[in-house]
Structures are given as structure tokens and as C-alpha cells.
């Protein structure tokens, strides 16, 4: 992808505990709502998707969703794609009762947009894999930083439809099922052709152990402030851009 680029030696970094802490102080302290931070990202995400797209006017783009604000962020992106004439579904690991409230949101906005939504529980055994082999790109949002072990039950199995489609998979943060700080997939996860990490990178996704998962990583700038994240100099990242490709 055409975008600035940074070294990752010159890339700060948050664990997973740091990112929450950022994310609280940033809403809390700050006076940035969570809701406005989803919706940057989602934007972000739906930036970066679009720029993996090879034939736009044909494209299909899926969401594989969890019930929290990683899935938020891919239904949010999902809207702005489907703004910009994508044509879009989703996939959920649960009813849409179980999705956290933010999440909620974005999923009664596509709702509201005609937006082909479905709860994969309620779905006979092959349907998501069958639909996501026809897409263009999938985007993977089923677990975010705060995920801990190995995923679970529909998850991991929509993890495995994801990876089994043949399709570029778009990692939201991190790929799900990845270790957050430490790199190591304990079970089920997305092998992602790209990642766009929010607000600062997962440790995990620069330990080498994670190189086969994360693919391309993108780092994107979501409107948390510097002054956030206690510990870590975070000043002018991003200087030359609110998107940066990491290389090595």
C-alpha cells in the first residue's frame, strides 16, 4: 500500500493493560468519548479496506464480528464502505442483543441502511464459510486487545471460516486470537494479509512469533492524545500522516 512509512525501531508500543489505561484516560480525563474514538477508527479502517480493494465498482466486502468494540469498529467501517457504494454483510459470533453497547449502535445503524446482517449461531453448519469464499475482502473484528487465551465456540469457528476462505483478510488492531503483548497464538487466529493497529501497536504484533499472522502492518491515529498514554512518548508519531506503514 502506498502510505508513509516508519521504522518500527522508532515506533513506540503499548501492552494491553497500557492501551486500556489509554483509552480510559483519554475518555475519563481527557473528555474524548469512547464512541467518537470508534468512530475514527472505523473510518480508518474503512481506509485502509478500500485501498486493498482491486476493482472497487465489483467489490463485496465481509465483517466476521465480535461482541465488543473490535467488532464495533468493523461494523463501523462496514457503514463507511457501504456510504462509499461497497456492497457489505457482517457475520456475528452471537445474537446482536449480546453485542456491547457501542458496538450496538453500529450495528442498528446498518440495520437501519438494509445492511445484511447475520448471527452465525442461528446459521446452518458451511454458511459463513460458503459466503465469505465469495467476497473480496473480509475484516476481521471478533476479538480486540482485551481477549485473553484461546478463543471459543463461534469465534474460533468463524476464525477458521475467515482463514479458509482463500480471501485478504483485514485484522482490526490485532488479529484475533493473537496475544496482545506477547505474539503467541494459544489457539484458533486470523492470518491477516494486513493489520491496522489503533492508537499504538500491540507488543505482541512487533515479537517475530507473530510475523505469520499480522502481514502488512498499519498503524492508524484514532484522536487519543499523546498525554494519554502515561509512560510511553508518543509525541509527533504522527507527524507525517495519520496512517503509517511499519516496516522493519
Request: charged share 20%.
Amino acid at each position: 500500500m502506498n502510505l508513509p512509512a516508519i521504522s518500527a525501531r522508532f515506533v513506540p508500543r503499548a501492552t494491553a493493560a497500557q492501551m486500556a489505561d489509554a483509552d480510559r484516560v483519554a475518555s475519563e480525563q481527557l473528555g474524548i468519548p469512547l464512541a467518537s474514538l470508534m468512530e475514527n477508527a472505523s473510518r480508518q479502517i474503512a481506509g485502509i479496506a478500500a485501498l486493498m480493494l482491486e476493482d472497487l465498482a465489483d467489490a463485496v466486502v465481509a465483517a466476521v464480528v465480535g461482541s465488543g468494540n473490535n467488532g464495533g469498529d468493523a461494523l463501523g467501517a462496514l457503514r463507511y464502505l457501504s456510504e462509499g457504494g461497497i456492497s457489505v454483510d457482517a457475520y456475528l459470533s452471537g445474537p446482536a442483543d449480546r453485542l456491547h453497547p457501542l458496538a450496538r449502535a453500529q450495528y442498528d445503524r446498518l440495520a437501519a441502511m438494509a445492511v445484511p446482517l447475520y448471527d452465525a449461531t442461528a446459521q446452518r453448519d458451511g454458511f459463513v464459510g460458503h459466503r465469505l469464499k465469495s467476497r473480496s475482502l473480509v475484516i476481521d473484528g471478533l476479538l480486540g486487545y482485551s481477549a485473553k487465551g484461546a478463543p471459543r465456540d463461534m469465534v474460533a469457528t468463524l476464525i477458521a471460516a475467515a482463514n479458509d476462505s482463500g480471501k485478504p483478510i483485514l485484522a482490526v488492531d490485532l488479529p484475533s486470537g493473537l496475544d496482545p503483548d506477547r505474539g503467541t497464538a494459544p489457539g484458533a487466529v486470523i492470518r491477516a494479509k494486513a493489520t491496522v493497529t489503533l492508537g499504538l501497536p500491540k507488543v505482541g504484533l512487533l515479537h517475530p512469533a507473530a510475523e505469520p499472522y499480522v502481514g502488512e502492518l498499519i498503524l492508524a491515529d484514532i484522536g487519543i492524545p499523546a498525554q494519554a498514554y502515561a509512560g510511553i512518548d508518543a509525541q509527533k508519531l504522527f507527524a507525517h500522516g495519520d496512517v503509517l506503514r511499519i516496516i522493519p
